[in-house]
């Protein structure tokens, strides 16, 4: 197994979950969806099938790639529904037992369930379930779900359902598999994180993000509206609505830097909602400069779109090496600014004595930042200048975002001026809260969003 090592510079997000519903490829269309959200997660990959009136799981740790081949794809065919998972942890260990999705078995039938998200009164409530004689086999909230539901049952399987979802809060996404071939998409009252459904021919799909049902061929029918459970058998698709209408919180990280930016998420395509955010930054904040320039990949959507607004030429100035990626290992401590200069590295002869424009798409912890900043100034770059596409990161994320305290965030703890100083630029400039909602949504949606890390 190879360790993944991730150094500082971006936030992480939970899971990928996708779901099919009655199709004689399955298993194989799960794979080429957990394929296509596999930025939503890196550390495990699992898929559940529907076979011979029980379920079968395939679940590991790695890369979607690492877990399966064509024999472990094989032996999972069926002519049915299945669900899969992609996972970051932001709840439970890195460990092989909180791999999703996970599989009951409870009175002749079995569930499964994967989870996207972050439950914020898991622990309260697995305390409950535990005291009613609960056994908890993973240190996973996902399963606290689970057990709500199974405890349930003898209300009917919608009840049951209904019933487990209205006891939790937090950020939630499911998508659940029975034993019948019935395949169910959950989203939380608040709507904090993306779920949508497509069709393939006459076959219904779920997904986090529309960029796996365009892998498949799928055709995008509509977002999961918050607080919707939508249940998919062979009579078609019906939905039930368990929660009372609450404000709608969708996360808008989702559209600087979480999701694909060929995604489309509530009518707005992702890439072009980040070349929105760098022209609002260029308006926001010009400088004299003689080129914009990303580092890869995370600002390069944005600094398109502050180069086309100011007219300054676009280049890239960094070229990332792809062998890398997330699986590079460093073996000591003192080996860090070694692996960053691994993964990015700058043209020289471009870059040398001139002035240039860095955007980003955050800035967490900042000591990835300040390494590549500092490799600019060594090659002879005469002026740096960055420009973030966010807000500042104040306070912690508890709905699933992989920072859980003010001391991880560098903008907690620095005003701008000595996060300039630290990161060794000449300017530095962050997206207004303002102008990063003008350039994300209309007027009648701007009170849509989710937006409290950044919030002072």
């Known amino acids: 197994m190879t ?8 936030p992480r997000e939970s899971c990928g979950i996708f ?3 009655r ?41 979607v790639h690492d877990v399966f081949d064509d024999r472990i794809l094989e032996s999972l065919a069926c002519e049915c529904s299945a ?4 996972r970051y942890s932001t709840t439970g260990g890195s460990l092989l037992e909180n791999a999703q999705p996970f599989v009951v078995n409870h009175r002749g039938k079995s569930y499964g369930v994967a989870h996207n998200g972050n439950l914020v009164n898991a622990h309260i409530l697995k305390q409950e379930l535990e005291e ?27 009840q049951a359902l209904v019933n487990a979802v209205t006891r939790l809060k937090g950020a939630y996404c499911f998508v659940v598999l029975t034993s019948r071939g019935e395949v169910v998409g959950i989203k939380d009252p608040n709507g904090f994180r993306p779920l949508c459904l497509g069709k393939l021919h006459e076959h219904y799909v779920l997904a986090s993000e529309s960029c796996a049902l365009d892998l498949l061929g799928a055709r995008f029918v509509r977002e999961l509206e918050p607080g919707e459970i ?15 209408t609450v404000k709608r919180t969708f996360c808008i990280f989702e559209y600087i830097y979480f999701a694909r930016p060929d995604s489309t998420i509530y009518g707005k395509n992702v890439y072009l909602t980040r070349k929105a955010h760098g022209r609002r930054l260029a308006r926001e904040a010009p400088v004299e400069a003689d080129l914009v320039m990303p580092f890869p990949d995370s600002g390069n959507y944005a600094a398109l779109g502050y180069s086309e607004e100011s007219g300054i030429p676009f280049d890239l100035g960094m070229i990332r090496n792809h062998y890398v990626g997330r699986t590079f290992i460093q073996p000591t401590q003192s080996m860090r600014d070694f692996g960053v200069r691994m993964k990015l ?44 596409s966010c807000p500042p990161h104040v306070y912690p994320c508890h709905y699933g975002i992989d920072f859980s305290t003010r001391g991880e965030l560098i903008a907690a703890t620095k005003t701008v001026e000595e996060l300039r100083q630290f990161l060794a630029l000449d300017t530095l400039y962050y997206l207004s809260l303002e102008g990063l909602v003008e350039s994300t949504a209309s007027r009648q949606e701007e009170n849509n969003f989710c937006k409290a890390v950044d919030s002072k």
């Open 83 to 86: 669900i899969g998972h992609v």
């Open 3 to 10: 360790i993944s090592y991730q150094t500082d510079l971006f």
């Open 19 to 21: 779901g099919i519903h």
């Open 132 to 158: 009613e004689g609960s056994i908890f086999q993973t240190t996973m909230d996902s399963e606290v779900f689970l057990h709500l539901f199974v405890k349930n049952l003898k209300h009917g399987f919608e």
């Open 345 to 388: 590295n700058p043209v020289k002869e471009l870059l040398s004595g001139k002035d240039i424009i860095i955007i980003e798409d955050s800035i967490i912890r900042g000591t990835t930042a300040r390494t590549r900043v500092k490799a600019l100034r060594e090659l002879g770059v005469r002026r740096v200048h960055m420009r973030v």
């Open 23 to 63: 199709h004689p490829e399955a298993a194989r269309l799960a794979y080429f969806g957990l394929y296509a959200l596999q930025h939503r997660g890196q550390e495990s990959a699992g898929i559940a099938v529907v076979r011979d009136g029980r379920i079968d799981c395939h679940k590991g740790m790695g890369l």
């Open 230 to 244: 939508v249940i998919i058998n062979d009579d078609g698709v019906r939905s039930i609505y368990p929660h009372k």
